[in-house]
């Protein structure tokens, strides 16, 4: 595989990017993404992010059986045009080896955050479903929460939504205490919360946009 820039990456006009094209984009920190042909691009996930991810990895590892592990930051590839680098799954040992996991995992974990909140709930859920994947949690860091869906006859439904500690017996028996994975964190930052202490200069400036044209139409 050669590494190329964004711009040798990019298909031509008119045509979804490809996994194969996804794979040759440049590693410059932000996280590339693939659904349905759409390229999908987030910004390099907090230190809070990352803590929480990894504190949610160890509970499920301490409880994590014989035959299944934990990996964190996978690349899930769902077909020639979807693939995800959710933050946690759980897999069996059998599916470790290659560079991506092209079947499903037992369990699919995203750390919301606000540039994926949308879309972790929605089009996520229903690739993630579609797939065949038979746990998809989300977890919240601003509450803090943990969302549990499970796949039954080939829908997810909603299993939990909780901030309360929480037995859940798929893929394997574990409790999972939301709490636990701020300890000792000072405040709640604003960019986990969803919401934006203030406004961006870049905001602002749109708002006054706006209010001129309004302003111009009458």
């Known amino acids: 595989m050669s590494v190329v820039t964004i711009a040798e990456a990019w298909p031509a006009a008119g045509r979804p990017f490809t996994v194969a094209e996804l794979d040759r984009m440049?590693?410059?920190g932000r996280r590339y993404e693939l659904l349905d042909g759409v390229l999908v691009v987030s910004p390099r996930p907090t230190t809070v992010h990352q803590l929480v991810a990894f504190r949610l990895a160890s509970m499920l590892n301490?409880?994590?059986?014989?035959?299944?592990?934990?990996a964190p930051e996978p690349a899930v590839q769902l077909g020639p045009q979807t693939e995800f680098d959710p933050d946690l799954v759980v897999v069996r040992?059998?599916?470790v080896g290659g560079a991506k996991f092209t079947e499903p995992p037992l369990l699919v974990v995203?750390?919301?955050?606000?540039s994926t909140a949308l879309i972790d709930l929605s089009r996520k859920k229903a690739a993630y479903e579609r797939?065949?994947?038979p746990s998809y949690w989300i977890v919240n860091p601003a509450q803090p929460e943990l969302t549990i869906f499970q796949l039954r006859d080939g829908r997810y439904a909603l299993e939990s939504k909780t901030m309360a500690p929480i037995t859940i017996e798929n893929p394997f028996s574990v409790t999972i205490t939301p709490a636990r994975l701020i300890s000792g964190l000072r405040g709640q930052?604003?960019?986990?919360?969803?919401?934006r202490s203030g406004s961006s200069p870049s905001s602002r400036?749109?708002?006054r946009r706006r209010r001129s044209r309004r302003s111009r139409r009458r």
């Not at 930052?189 to 919401?195: C, F, Q």
Request: charged share 30%; with cysteine.
């Open 110 to 114: 995203e750390v919301r955050s606000p």
């Open 62 to 70: 301490d409880a994590c059986p014989d035959g299944l592990c934990v």
């Open 26 to 28: 440049p590693d410059d």
């Open 205 to 207: 400036c749109d708002r």
């Open 189 to 195: 930052p604003a960019e986990l919360s969803g919401t």
């Open 93 to 95: 040992v059998d599916q």
């Open 131 to 133: 797939f065949g994947v």
